[in-house]
């Protein structure tokens, strides 16, 4: 006979039901379950596959067309008269749309409409809110799922298989994943002693959260509202002016997943304006951020500024640069270094958090790493993302393309450094800059403490014997600690370069590039200068937009004061 136990739950309304253990297999009654979830397929888009030809057919429609982008407030269009205009990277004469940018009051009736939605749409139960999102994950699987990735093709000059694991599958993972780990935080529930029931009511946060996103990572950018809004918290989103084609795809996809009017409105506009207007409000709730590490010490300081204003403590909420690693030791295998290097570094031209921009290769290895990784960056392809034989595409813009080219330039002026493959800059049709590797024998070279956000890798060689304080300068040789990747086949030796590089990196890989973190299987995130380490892709992030309710009720009320004490 099977053995059963009665177990409580609640639904975010504060009705419990009970389910029933058999064995190991938990059977509900009328708990609302969200759907079984795994990771999106991946698509390959190999040459002339159905996939790859419709995907290029999505382009084509796309790059023929003028794509008007308002500014969504309470569901309607609002549109200014300082316009801006999207084009593509890799060919900057070609204007794919136009966007409005909003002045101080627009962006505060975005605020003031994200508030006025929040009563109703926290009121619906937790799984009507989650269904907005799963639906919106299918719509992404399916009808969209080529024109997000034209479109974050097209606006932000990813090839086919980086806009593919970026804003169709990892942006489908971040909706589904959330609905269910908001399902297992609705789970959690107090015990209850006799006479007494006790219940935790998970709040959104009071007020509106400001979702402020970045250019490299569309699913970055739908996830930073989505996340608060599926929990009942309203947002006001303001996206990357350099990500603004695929923001208003993701609208478009929120609008017909079914989405109440105003509970996330997106605005485009300039940070200095946006941050007068919405960082001083008395109802700011909190900041979902992605960026610049500058740009979010200022948001964090600015919040401390105006904190007595404040109806309640901000969240705040950031993953920032990087300066991130990969440390070999002599017991590596040579080829899955140069790997590594040459995939971490430059895929998305290096325009990621998590890109490998600083290596420490070993002496003993370093002839064969080198003729590896220069081998190989020599066979990339560069061009449009429209041809799919390209491996790397454009910078995002020309202040970008600047940047970068003046490290290179240094890079090129020093004693201390030589560039081995790459260096070429040319922003003549798009802003090209070729994969660039330098060695440098100095470990505080410039281009090995600062963060570039291009394609350029930079190399310090150290001496076999010097294994010990080169794990030191690679820990200390940084601000940032987002992530970093160590190889080595002697396992004292993996264990042990894990415990001396434990803080430096909040993402730590083994034998494996430092990049492409999966959600539910890599939460995302680092500390030190590289943010506050709450986890994208886990209930983490989650419980930082909710504010728990502790409820005790008490069945038959005491009705004499004194306790049994008193005799």
């Known amino acids: 006979m099977t053995m059963s136990t009665a177990v409580v739950l609640t639904t975010s309304g504060g009705v419990f039901l009970s389910e029933t253990l058999f064995g190991d297999i938990m059977i509900s009654a009328n708990i609302p379950q969200t759907p079984a979830v795994s990771n999106e397929p991946i698509n390959e888009y190999r040459p002339g596959s159905d996939e790859t030809i419709a995907l290029q057919k999505a382009m084509d429609e796309m790059a023929n067309q003028h794509t008007d982008i308002p500014n969504i407030i309470n569901g309607k269009a609002v549109k200014t008269d300082n316009k801006a205009e999207v084009t593509m990277p890799h060919n900057h004469q070609h204007v794919l749309g136009t966007y409005y940018k909003a002045d101080k009051a627009i962006l505060n009736l975005a605020a003031d ?31 969209y799922r080529n024109i997000i990735n034209a479109a974050t093709m097209h606006g932000q000059s990813k090839n086919a298989f980086q806009a593919e694991i970026d804003s169709a599958c990892e942006l489908i993972d971040f909706l589904r994943f959330n609905a269910e780990f908001y399902e297992g935080i609705m789970a959690e529930q107090p015990e209850s002693s006799p006479g007494v029931w006790n219940q935790l009511d998970w709040r959104p946060l009071e007020g509106f959260i400001l979702a402020i996103t970045p250019f490299n990572f569309t699913a970055i950018a739908g996830n930073l509202p989505a996340a608060p809004a599926m929990l009942g918290n309203t947002v006001v989103w303001k996206p990357s002016g350099t990500q603004m084609l695929s923001a208003h795809v993701i609208m478009q996809v929120f609008k017909e997943a079914g989405l109440p009017d105003g509970v996330i409105n997106m605005v485009a506009a300039d940070g200095p304006v946006a941050g007068e207007a919405l960082l001083t409000r008395p109802d700011l709730a909190g900041v979902h951020f992605t960026g610049s590490t500058g740009t ?32 070999a030791h002599s017991s590596a295998n040579p080829v899955a270094v140069a790997t590594a290097l040459s995939r971490g570094a430059f895929e998305f031209q290096g325009q990621k958090c998590s890109a490998a921009s600083r ?26 993302t429209r041809d799919f034989g390209n491996f790397i595409n454009a910078v995002i813009d020309e202040p970008a393309f600047d940047k970068i080219k003046s490290y290179i330039d240094h890079a090129k002026q020093a004693d201390d450094a030589e560039i081995i493959v790459g260096g070429g800059c040319d922003k003549s049709t798009g802003y090209f800059i070729e994969p660039t590797v330098i060695v440098t024998k100095d470990p505080g070279f410039k281009t090995m403490e600062e963060e570039i956000f291009g394609p350029v890798l930079t190399i310090y060689v150290y001496q076999d014997d010097d294994f010990e304080e080169t794990l030191t300068l690679c820990d200390e040789g940084s601000m940032y600690a987002l992530t970093g990747g160590i190889f080595a086949r002697d396992r004292y030796v993996i264990n042990h370069m894990a415990d001396r590089l434990r803080h430096a990196a909040g993402n730590f890989y083994i034998n494996d590039k430092p990049t492409g973190a999966v959600v539910g299987q890599q939460p995302f995130g680092g500390g030190r200068a590289s943010g506050t380490n709450d986890k994208a892709g886990s209930a983490l992030n989650l419980y930082r937009w909710l504010s728990p309710r502790t409820i005790k009720e008490t069945f038959v009320p005491p009705t004499d004061y004194r306790y049994p004490f008193l005799g």
Do not use: C
Not at 119 to 132: F, I, N, T
Not at 360 to 371: A, R
């Open 113 to 143: 409409a994200a508030v006025k939605a929040q009563g109703d749409w926290e009121r619906l139960p937790w799984q009507s809110r989650a269904a907005v999102f799963l639906k919106a994950a299918d719509l992404l699987a399916g009808p």
């Open 296 to 327: 979010f010490r200022h948001i964090y300081k600015e919040i401390g500024n105006n904190i007595n204003n404040y109806r309640s403590y901000p969240r705040i909420v950031g993953e920032t640069g990087g300066k991130d690693f990969i440390f």
């Open 359 to 384: 290596a420490y290769l070993p002496e003993s290895l370093w002839s064969d790493i080198k003729t590896q990784l220069v081998k190989d960056v020599e066979s990339f392809n560069m061009g449009s």
